[in-house]
């Protein structure tokens, strides 16, 4: 007869587990409140529409999600937002795979560069917008004075609908570079030196060895950052909002899902319509986030 008695923890792995739980309480405690809750609130609001005079909820059912359906601001939103972030997550992650591998070289003030890359990141978004909306100006603009100097004609960089977008992509590029650049840099470290020295016998040259062994090696790291990059970019705002107003001609080829969120929840005070267009990004990106970590089995390399 098999022994059916539980085995008991001993001391040791009970006081183990204990410990275990009070490190993670914090962040558990801080998931549920800050993100689990809000979840659910957010969608019992969108099946409300907000009273008079912002006050007072009335309950309708879906009719949000249907007049969110037929919004055609909506899904100019939607495509606004997945053009972003094609343009951002690509290009980003391309530039600091490039620059990580230069830093891991034996190079002249590695520190310093390393610093420099990472000061967009702890940059406040606001004023990291106005200096580029500064240089991105009409008429006095640093870019456009760039362009004049050279002889080229200037670019209405924030109200040509056509160039709007990519104007609010680069400034996401550049300040998501070195935040990418760091974790790279934590994971090329990891990568044996063995792997490098043995392409190197084989013949290998620089850009054989990126493509054939950093790339792959380093692709837990990719993965990890792809989807992040991917979620922020899904949820972008601030860039848009320092920088395009509802007046102005390119805001329907700009408009973001959360932007458009902002805009009906806090300046028409229509929270219930509000909630209902964050719980769609909220399903769009869960639907991204499904496929890439269904996709990652056929690229990732864990070693």
Do not use: C
Request: proline content about 4%.
């Amino acid at each position: 007869m098999p022994n059916l008695n539980k085995r008991k923890l001993t001391k040791k792995q009970l006081n183990e587990w204990k410990w275990g739980w009070f490190f993670v309480a914090p962040t558990l405690i801080g998931l549920i409140v800050l993100n689990i809750i809000p979840i659910f609130q957010t969608l019992y609001l969108s099946l409300f529409r907000s009273g008079d005079f912002g006050r007072g909820n009335i309950f309708v059912g879906f009719d949000n999600y249907v007049r969110l359906f037929n919004d055609t601001q909506v899904w100019h939103a939607v495509s606004n937002t997945l053009v972003y972030t094609a343009i951002v997550v690509p290009v980003s992650i391309s530039i600091s795979i490039v620059i990580a591998v230069l830093l891991n070289q034996k190079i002249f003030a590695k520190t310093t560069y390393r610093t420099i890359y990472f000061i967009p990141m702890i940059a406040a978004p606001a004023a990291v917008t106005m200096v580029w909306k500064w240089m991105y100006n009409n008429h006095f603009g640093l870019i456009n004075y760039a362009l004049k100097s050279v002889g080229l004609p200037t670019v209405d960089w924030l109200h040509d609908p056509n160039v709007a977008l990519i104007s609010i992509a680069i400034i996401g590029i550049w300040s998501i570079i070195g935040y990418n650049v760091v974790l790279m840099l934590a994971g090329l470290q990891e990568i044996p030196k063995d792997y490098y020295e043995a392409s190197m016998i084989d013949g290998a040259g620089p850009i054989y060895q990126l493509f054939n062994v950093t790339i792959p090696l380093l692709s837990p790291t990719l993965f990890f950052i792809s989807v992040t990059t991917i979620i922020q970019s899904m949820q972008v705002f601030d860039f848009i909002y320092m920088m395009i107003d509802v007046s102005n001609p390119a805001y329907e080829r700009t408009v973001s899902l959360v932007y458009l969120f902002y805009n009906n929840s806090f300046r028409y005070g229509d929270r219930g319509y509000g909630s209902a267009i964050v719980m769609l990004l909220l399903v769009i990106i869960m639907i991204i986030t499904v496929f890439q970590l269904k996709a990652q089995k056929k690229w990732v390399n864990y070693r």
